[in-house]
């Protein structure tokens, strides 16, 4: 959390936002937890001062013995003149109960069903993808995964297969990523662990360990629900985050002694980015030396 501070502005701003993720339940056999909410924005206009954002956290897993269902992620802002504000995951069931609502919803525990699509939010980007979905439902031999903002999670199938819903692929940044993930649902002692839903969703619990695993941090993913028995703990959802972009000046550009990459400038140094595979060509023979990473 902290200020985005427009120095020269106005400007205009692209912005993305993710809520924590919900953390994964644990006992019996723990939902996932649900991603955080995904909303985008273009061409918003935004003046000169400081424009606060909240990252919101990752909901705690689950414990048992203690308090068996996770609990929900907090919401991440971006404060401008109309707030984009996204919601954080619903947390994952535990001991045949349901899934809590969020974001995404969480997944729901052992005879438990996955709920959580009533707080998704109409995206204001056009046209709008659907940025959160349900969590899987519970059976009598596993957890449902949590959902994400690409999927919902899956239903339990006798324990297997209930993987947490995908997040959605942007390429915000230039690369091609998938954010907002949901946990795994947890089975049975003796089965292999459920995968987390690309996009930072965490691993549920299985074979190798009764813990589900926390999201990845920075993305919004759910955690992964915890297998059966005592003790066991579910996965903590990840962290939210705000990605802002905006357009250089055009006169900034003259200073440019080369191509390639992503160009910014910085205390009278320019500086090329390179995301992806590209040219770094020089195009200003004064340009002699250079600093690299």
Do not use: C
Not at 92 to 99: D, H, L, M, P, V
Not at 196 to 212: A, F, L, N, Q, R
Not at 240 to 257: D, E, M, P
């Amino acid at each position: 959390s902290g200020d985005f501070n427009v120095t020269n502005g106005p400007i205009t701003i692209s912005s993305l936002v993710v809520g924590g993720g919900g953390g994964g339940g644990s006992r019996q056999h723990g939902g996932g937890g649900g991603a955080g909410a995904l909303r985008y924005s273009t061409s918003t206009p935004l003046g000169p001062g400081p424009h606060t954002v909240t990252i919101g956290v990752g909901g705690v897993g689950g414990r048992s013995p203690g308090n068996y269902s996770g609990v929900n992620g907090t919401t991440t802002t971006l404060a401008l003149p109309s707030p984009i504000a996204s919601p954080g995951g619903g947390r994952g069931g535990a001991f045949n109960a349901a899934g809590g609502a969020g974001g995404s919803g969480g997944g729901g525990s052992a005879d438990g069903g996955g709920i959580g699509d009533a707080n998704r939010l109409v995206n204001t980007s056009t046209p709008a993808p659907t940025q959160g979905n349900p969590g899987g439902s519970g059976d009598g031999s596993g957890g449902g995964g949590g959902g994400g903002a690409g999927a919902a999670g899956n239903p339990s199938n006798g324990g297997t297969d209930n993987l947490g819903g995908a997040g959605l692929p942007l390429s915000f940044t230039g690369i091609t990523t998938h954010y907002a993930g949901g946990g795994g649902g947890g089975g049975t002692s003796s089965a292999a662990p459920n995968l987390g839903g690309v996009g930072g969703g965490g691993e549920s619990g299985g074979t190798s360990t009764p813990y589900g695993l926390n999201g990845t941090p920075g993305t919004g993913g759910g955690g992964g629900g915890g297998s059966n028995g005592s003790p066991t703990i579910g996965g903590k959802g990840s962290s939210g985050l705000v990605v802002v972009k905006y357009q250089i000046g055009s006169s900034q550009t003259n200073s440019a002694k080369a191509t390639g990459g992503a160009i910014s400038f910085s205390g009278g140094q320019t500086i090329h980015q390179f995301l992806s595979s590209d040219n770094f060509t020089i195009t200003d023979s004064s340009l002699t030396s250079v600093n690299y990473l």
